[in-house]
């Protein structure tokens, strides 16, 4: 410690000069001691400092990487709207990098995250603290996408607006698992009624049938009075048809799956449609079919939902039109499907069609039961797979079957 000197007599003599340098290097030595210590406690702390930035760094890193690897999109903003952060689902999902965004408005991102910077700009004008919704959008490719979006402010340790940050979950996939489950539900309900229907119809109906089988083998009838008869008997015939393929319908459907290959079905299909394919003069293109393509499937059944879709399919279509086969591979979820698309250039669905027609009864056809569908629909629930139906971009439908390559257990 330093001491004001002022005052301090000057030492007289050699002693007393002694004695003064040896209190000098006294203090001296405590003051090297003192500055030693404090060089201890710098070092000391600044290695704590480099612990502490280091462990910030290790946040920031590992932050940056549950971002940047999570299966949502993930947009952060500044308060101009400018983007400060694009993950790389975001890249993905609406079609930019993170280089091409970084410092651009959210809505340079495409039309596919116009619902999403509309949030943000919600957000940033305070019109918001936090908001989410579930979108519908096209996709580039004209698909469509169900967006679940949320958006939220960012604020800073003093609670000062410093961006907004959005996030963008892609359940298409989800809803429309949600609505094959509700399909199959109503399915199930319809045909314990369809069931119950049919043996209620079918006795009165054998009834009918007899007496107007009698009356059309009387001798005493007119012409017209046996044109009355026929009529009759035509109109018993197509109920019976309807009480067959109710009963059908409403029958449990059990797929036993084995591993073959999945053409051998698909071949059979065309063959029993043939007539109908035939009688158009329909053109059968394949794709994918290079190569076996092994499944386990209920061949049989199979077949009988293939016939309704080719039968469709050579409906719809003018004559000399075109039915492709095509076949192919994907992985969802961890498992292994195969993905049968039977497309054709006819009509196309009526958008306000393409959620009902799978639906019992549900029919655009003059003459129909409105369960050829259904039951199809039936048959790859049974096999644990789901269908759907889509109009083609360049005119025509498309039906897909997603069947799990695999058996279980």
């Excluded at 003051?31 to 930035?53: R, Y």
């Amino acid at each position: 410690m330093v001491q004001d000197l002022e005052g301090v007599a000057a030492p007289k003599n050699a002693d007393e000069l002694l004695g003064a340098f040896n209190a000098f290097m006294e203090k001296a030595a405590e003051l090297e001691q003192s500055h030693a210590l404090l060089q201890a406690k710098v070092a000391e702390l600044t290695d704590q400092l480099a612990v502490k930035v280091r462990e910030v760094e290790g946040l920031k890193n590992h932050l940056a990487s549950v971002l940047e690897n999570v299966a949502d999109a993930v947009v952060a903003v500044d308060t101009a709207g400018r983007v400060t952060h694009f993950n790389r689902a975001a890249a993905e999902l609406f079609g930019r990098s993170e280089a091409q965004m970084r410092g651009r408005p959210a809505g340079e991102a495409g039309e596919l995250a116009a619902p999403l910077a509309a949030m943000l700009k919600a957000v940033l004008e305070g019109g918001t603290s936090r908001s989410s919704e579930e979108r519908s959008v096209l996709r580039a490719d004209g698909s469509e996408a169900v967006l679940l979006l949320s958006a939220a402010p960012l604020r800073d340790e003093r609670r000062r607006p410093v961006g907004a940050v959005a996030s963008a979950q892609d359940v298409t996939v989800l809803r429309e698992l949600e609505r094959a489950l509700g399909r199959k539900e109503r399915l199930a309900a319809l045909g314990e009624m369809a069931a119950v229907l049919a043996h209620e119809i079918r006795n009165p109906l054998g009834g009918i049938q007899l007496y107007a089988g009698l009356l059309g083998r009387s001798t005493t009838l007119s012409a017209s009075e046996r044109e009355v008869v026929e009529k009759i008997s035509r109109g018993i015939t197509g109920l019976n048809k309807l009480v067959e393929d109710m009963l059908a319908f409403a029958r449990e459907i059990v797929a036993r799956r084995v591993r073959q290959d999945v053409r051998l079905p698909v071949e059979a299909a065309l063959e029993l449609a043939g007539a109908e394919l035939d009688a158009k003069h329909v053109i059968v293109e394949k794709a994918g079919w290079d190569r076996p393509l092994e499944v386990a499937v209920d061949g049989d059944l199979l077949t009988r939902a293939l016939v309704n879709l080719f039968t469709n399919a050579a409906e719809a279509v003018e004559v000399g039109g075109r039915v492709e086969v095509s076949a192919r591979f994907e992985e969802a979820a961890g498992v292994r499907l195969l993905e049968l698309r039977v497309a054709d250039n006819g009509r196309g669905i009526n958008p306000a069609d393409v959620e009902k027609i799978f639906n019992p009864f549900y029919t655009t056809k003059a003459r129909g039961t409105g369960l050829g569908l259904a039951v199809v629909s039936r048959i790859v629930a049974a096999h644990g797979g789901d269908v759907r139906a889509e109009n083609l971009p360049g005119g025509g439908s498309c039906f897909v079957l997603r069947l799990p390559a695999e058996a279980e257990g």
